[in-house]
């Protein structure tokens, strides 16, 4: 059984930094795409960013693009997003997910494995 946790979020004021973690378990984390969502109250769940399985291919939703950073560490299977310059718009949950096969999607649809969710709250 796949488990995804995830773990850095948190309260950080405008301008601020915070670095998400997502350690997974449960099949061989290196053969998978990666992403990253998130979810404000009221709001559907949008992407965030994705990696591919070796780490050469990332894809980023316009909002977080130059402020947030998709890595992965396969030694360690785990997934990380820097984010950078954060917004008060940047509050929300964010979950990670683990995708169907090595490809960069964004599509929820496209992902099978989802994690409980951090909180991230960013203060103006």
């Known amino acids: 059984q796949v488990q995804l946790v995830e773990s850095g979020g948190g309260l950080v004021q405008a301008g601020g930094s915070l670095r998400l973690s997502c350690a997974a378990s449960?099949?061989?984390?290196?053969?998978?795409?990666m992403g990253w969502f998130r979810q404000a109250p009221g709001k559907e769940r949008d992407f965030v960013a994705a990696?591919?399985?070796?780490?050469?291919?990332?894809s980023y939703a316009d909002s977080v693009k130059g402020r947030f950073t998709i890595s992965r560490d396969n030694a360690k299977n785990t997934v990380y997003l820097q984010m950078n310059s954060l917004k008060p718009e940047d509050t929300a949950v964010y979950y990670c997910?683990?995708?169907?096969?090595?490809?960069?999607?964004?599509?929820?649809?496209?992902?099978?494995?989802w994690g409980q969710g951090t909180q991230v709250t960013v203060s103006s």
């Open positions: 990696i591919s399985w070796s780490g050469f291919t990332t």
């Open positions: 997910a683990q995708g169907r096969d090595s490809t960069v999607v964004t599509g929820t649809g496209r992902y099978d494995y």
């Open positions: 449960g099949r061989t984390f290196s053969t998978y795409a």
